[in-house]
């Protein structure tokens, strides 16, 4: 079965270019496009599709409307994947994105998709609920912190990296707790452990969640 994709897209030569890209491939349909917030919630209600793909800024306010419209999708229609195209390579707007979980979410700069290959990758990604963060993004999430010389995953015991590994899922920490066949108190343990270990001590427990699944993600591992 074809997977079905809707496009925002304020600017019309943007839009046509994506759309250009998504519809080489015989495997992905796209079933409407939009060009802001509005018609975006409009043609998911419509359609149901698979996949979400919006710019990040739209009409009417031409702020955040794409990770506006990602996080009501949560709530309305929780296993849409959305990938959102932005200019802006700041980490602040992947971590409101990833602000309830990486799974069935993707971050791509618009003028690193060089090809289609990039696009048609993320779009599958997500329809399967695993994330793609442009490396971009999550480098410079990194060397902001500037606090590693390797991968601190290293630190990470192997069943802190499970626990890890469901959080970049964007699974709670009862979810977790059901996958690995342990207590949520014992959940509990490890993240505390592993915010420890990743240097994310002093910041609300929202932020530190995603900078340790974003740090995850920038070493190659994937949310699988």
């Known amino acids: 079965m ?59 306010t031409n702020t955040d409307e794409g990770i506006q419209a990602a996080e009501a999708f949560r709530d309305s229609h929780p296993s849409l994947g959305v ?18 979980g990486a799974g069935g979410r993707a971050y791509l700069l618009k003028d690193r998709l060089f090809d289609a290959g990039d696009l048609l990758h993320a779009i599958r990604e997500v329809a399967a609920g695993r994330a793609v963060i442009d490396p971009q993004v999550v480098e410079g999430l990194v060397e902001a912190r500037n606090r590693f010389s390797i991968s601190p995953l290293r630190e990470l015991s192997p069943r802190e990296l499970d626990v ?27 993240i505390n452990a592993i915010f420890s270990k990743l240097g994310l001590g002093e910041e609300p427990d929202l932020h530190r969640r995603v900078k340790a699944v974003l740090i995850y993600l920038s070493n190659g591992t994937g949310a699988r």
């Open 2 to 60: 074809r997977l079905s994709v809707v496009l925002a897209e304020d600017s019309y030569l943007m839009r046509e270019g994506v759309s250009r890209l998504i519809e080489t491939d015989g495997e992905i349909a796209l079933v409407a496009t939009g060009h802001d917030l509005e018609s975006l919630r409009l043609a998911v209600t419509e359609h149901s599709p698979d996949v979400v793909v919006t710019d990040i800024r739209m009409p009417p």
């Open 83 to 100: 990938v959102v195209l932005s200019q802006y390579d700041e980490p602040e707007y992947a971590l409101k994105l990833l602000s309830r």
């Open 164 to 190: 890890l590994r469901q959080m970049a899922q964007g699974k709670n920490n009862e979810a977790i707790a059901e996958a690995l066949f342990i207590s949520v108190r014992v959940v509990e343990k490890h």
